[in-house]
């Protein structure tokens, strides 16, 4: 479950937390209906979410992620330049960045990194 998102909650008793999930499915299905963190009994041992995910079952930090490229990404539209592209590459600290080019009427070549 850990691989998953969830942690096990220590000192659980069997039977006493609600829901009860049998199938790895009926996870989906709560968070299905709404965003949250949420508790739930699986295999007699309770589980909370590390971190909530949202109704489209993707985790919240992602979500909040790909808000934050998508901001960065409509600032381009003020750059004077012709678009070259778009790459996945590590910054100097090892971070996954999104380097975008822009070539400026004077052929110089901008590199902007989007983290």
Not at 38 to 57: D, H, M, V, W
């Amino acid at each position: 479950m850990n691989k998953i998102g969830f942690i096990e909650i220590t000192n659980m008793i069997p039977g006493t937390l609600e829901p009860k999930i049998t199938e790895d499915k009926d996870i989906f299905k709560i968070y299905s209906k709404g965003s949250g963190n949420i508790a739930f009994e699986f295999q007699k041992k309770g589980y909370c979410s590390i971190r909530p995910l949202n109704c489209t079952r993707r985790p919240y930090v992602a979500i909040k992620k790909m808000e934050k490229i998508n901001r960065e990404i409509y600032k381009f539209n003020s750059i004077k330049g012709t678009y070259i592209g778009f790459e996945l590459r590590c910054n100097d600290q090892g971070i996954l960045v999104g380097r975008v080019e822009f070539k400026t009427s004077t052929g110089k070549i901008n590199f902007y990194n989007i983290f």
